[in-house]
């Protein structure tokens, strides 16, 4: 009686043995017929989110900073001009350059004067606040030199109407403000062959005329109007004149007369 053969190596029957110990029947593990591959790593690409929100907050403040600043010139330039024609009420002259320096009195027929002949010795007009009523003959002076001169009637304007008015002079060169004596008007702005009369101290005129007419009207191009010997004893109104001793303007010959007024409608 033939002997049952046994498989070889312990394999049992039906089933093969392969190389690196892999079962025919069953093949590799996790996959059919091969072998498994790892799943390939998707790595998404993150948006640099802080990055652009730091983007947009720096164009939305320049836009905003851009924005208020245009607001703001747009403010400032509003009430601007050009012409003194654009100043309702602004009356002008036509005293011609060429005045005479003299040393005694003149009866202006304008009140405050606005041009015709004047002292040797100008007032000083660097942005200087007197609170005298500085004599009318170096006044006008000052006005040839481009200043403009803001008076008011001390008896009608109030002590925070004069603060008003200082502020838009101190400090300002070309410009000067004393009170005056007799003045039909709270307030008067003066410069060479023009005037404005204001009743209030926050007429926006003012700034208007101040801003257009300081040195425009000068008739002595490259005249100071720095005169510290004023600023230190102003001469008042009725006082007598100190002569030209010291001064630098040369004295004219000529006074011509002003000519016709003009005035700006309302």
Not at 5 to 21: F, I, L, Y
Not at 139 to 152: C, D, M, N
């Amino acid at each position: 009686m033939a002997k049952d053969r046994k498989p070889e190596n312990g394999a049992t029957r039906g089933t093969a043995s392969r190389p690196g110990g892999a079962s025919r029947a069953g093949g590799a593990r996790g996959g059919k017929g091969g072998r498994t591959r790892p799943p390939t790593q998707v790595v998404a690409q993150q948006r640099p989110w802080g990055l652009i929100i730091a983007a947009v907050l720096v164009v939305v403040f320049a836009a905003g900073a851009i924005g208020y600043a245009l607001v703001q010139v747009n403010k400032a330039n509003a009430d601007k001009v050009a012409s003194i024609d654009e100043i309702s009420g602004a009356k002008t002259y036509d005293y011609a350059a060429g005045q005479k320096h003299v040393t005694t009195p003149v009866d202006y027929k304008e009140a405050p004067p606005v041009g015709g002949p004047h002292d040797g010795e100008w007032a000083d007009c660097t942005g200087t606040v007197y609170t005298v009523d500085i004599r009318h003959e170096n006044a006008v002076h000052s006005l040839e030199h481009g200043a403009v001169w803001i008076t008011y009637n001390p008896d009608q304007v109030s002590k925070s109407d004069v603060a008003t008015l200082a502020k838009l002079v101190d400090g300002e060169s070309g410009r000067m403000l004393s009170p005056y004596k007799g003045l039909d008007s709270p307030i008067s702005l003066q410069a060479w062959n023009t005037q404005l009369k204001v009743d209030k101290a926050d007429d926006k005129r003012i700034k208007q005329f101040a801003d257009l007419m300081t040195y425009k009207a000068n008739l002595e191009p490259g005249a100071s109007c720095e005169n510290p010997t004023f600023v230190s004893s102003p001469l008042v109104q009725g006082d007598s004149s100190r002569g030209t001793d010291g001064m630098t303007d040369s004295a004219t010959t000529t006074t011509p007369e002003a000519g016709a007024t003009r005035t700006t409608a309302p």
